[in-house]
């Protein structure tokens, strides 16, 4: 039995909860949007 963990259910909270774009808009955090959360996740 192997664990996996929820990509799905992480990209949804970054984006619709947490608002992430808005985050990437503030200076100093471009790199921080959802296209870089999802690679990384």
Same mark, same amino acid.
């Given at each position: 039995?192997?664990?996996?963990? $929820? =990509?799905?259910?992480?990209?949804? =909270?970054?984006?619709?909860?947490? @608002?992430? @774009?808005?985050?990437?808009?503030? $200076?100093?955090?471009? @790199?921080?949007?959802? @296209?870089?959360?999802?690679?990384? =996740?």
């Amino acid at each position: 039995m192997s664990y996996h963990a $929820p =990509v799905k259910d992480m990209l949804f =909270v970054m984006k619709e909860l947490a @608002d992430i @774009d808005s985050i990437a808009a503030l $200076p100093g955090h471009e @790199d921080a949007g959802f @296209d870089t959360a999802q690679a990384v =996740v």
